[in-house]
């Protein structure tokens, strides 16, 4: 494993720029800690380079992860060095330099998915992202406009959800509505039907809209199911799209399970 100790060594400045650019589509992205690490080791196998804080490198979780990166692969930097280019203050003092999966548009949409309509806070499209996995969906279709799903803080925020994901980036919306086998069911304020009274599809293309314009209106007029959820709206207008999803998305695995709305 080579040691680096020198923040002008040209690898060191490689990843300082790659730690700044750090979600653009098509680049290598830092996953920075030991759980995501860990998650890309058991999904995709070894990084394209693996970086650790020599100083931790005696920690059980690290030398574990050393031992599964091939010794060509490694970096040792002094702890300075890996803290400048943490994604977060408290860096675990571990990061996988990899380049995230660009799975293929299907032709053909016939599972639950979901479509994240340009959800611009990274907070809460990780949380969503998160979201999807732990509800059992499998495909998300994110629009041009939506948080970058590799950058640092979505993938904070996913704890891991993305290697449970097929995440489609960039996608034109209105273009792949014509390849869903499955109705489009939207979240709305008006004309929509009571989220608990409705009897949701078992497979469906649910889509969740921006946060303060909600979902594109030519988009939520081709939904098949207009949803909305009961809240104290003299409290607030809405919910926070990251909540409302949990909701929808919870309430359709409770009915697949259970066989009806009750």
Known sequence: MKHISSRENPAVKALARLAGTAGKRGAPVL????????????????????????????????????????????????????????AV???????????????ALPDDVDENCVLFDRIQDPGNVGTLLRTCAAAGVKRVFLATGTAAAWSPKVLRSGQGAHFALAIHEHVDLPALLPRLRVPLVATALDGARNLYASRLPERCAWIFGHEGQGVDAALLAAASLKVCIPHDMAAVESLNVGAAAAICLFEQRRQALHGGTR
């Open 31 to 86: 996953l920075d800690g030991v759980h995501l690490c860990q998650a890309w080791l058991q999904h995709h196998g070894e990084p394209d380079q693996a970086i650790f804080d020599i100083e931790r490198l005696s920690q059980p979780d690290i030398a574990a992860l050393a031992a599964s990166v091939s010794d060509g692969a490694c970096l040792a930097l002094d702890a300075r060095l890996m803290h400048s280019l943490a």
């Open 89 to 103: 203050e408290s860096g675990q003092g571990v990061a996988f330099l990899v380049t995230p999966p660009v799975p």
